[in-house]
């Protein structure tokens, strides 16, 4: 059977869909237990409104994307053996992870993966444009 995964991703949460046999699906959330990234432009000791502290921006980057790569790494995990990925999202996610899996691909071979752009949904419009991007019908044959 081949095994068709769909998710919805943003900074702060995945939804996976993984379709299963007879219609049925299986539904897995990862968060990311992080805050949104906020960029800040703080003046330096001089207390100069065109002085930066680059360095504290540089530290809390570096953190926000560590904590991002731990975040894609659980994210993947699910995806290892799928055939077939589609990745639903409304910002920088969805690509940064296509990226990651692109590079992962490589090294393991996975099977093809399709991004799109796709605002809020509910885990039930997740699962439906999952299934209408599978062309997932209940009484399917393997």
Sequence with gaps: MRKEIGLRIDHRQAVIVTLLAHGKEEITHIASDME???RFSGASKSGMPTDHNDSTEDK???RFEGHLDKYYDA???LLYDADSILILGPGEAKGEL???LERHKAREGEGIVVV???DKLTDGQIV???KQH???IVARND
């Design 36 to 38: 949104k990234h906020v």
């Design 60 to 62: 809390r980057d570096r």
């Design 75 to 77: 994210v993947i995990a």
């Design 98 to 100: 296509h990226k990651r």
């Design 116 to 118: 799109e752009a796709a």
């Design 128 to 130: 439906a444009e999952v």
């Design 134 to 136: 599978f062309h997932y």
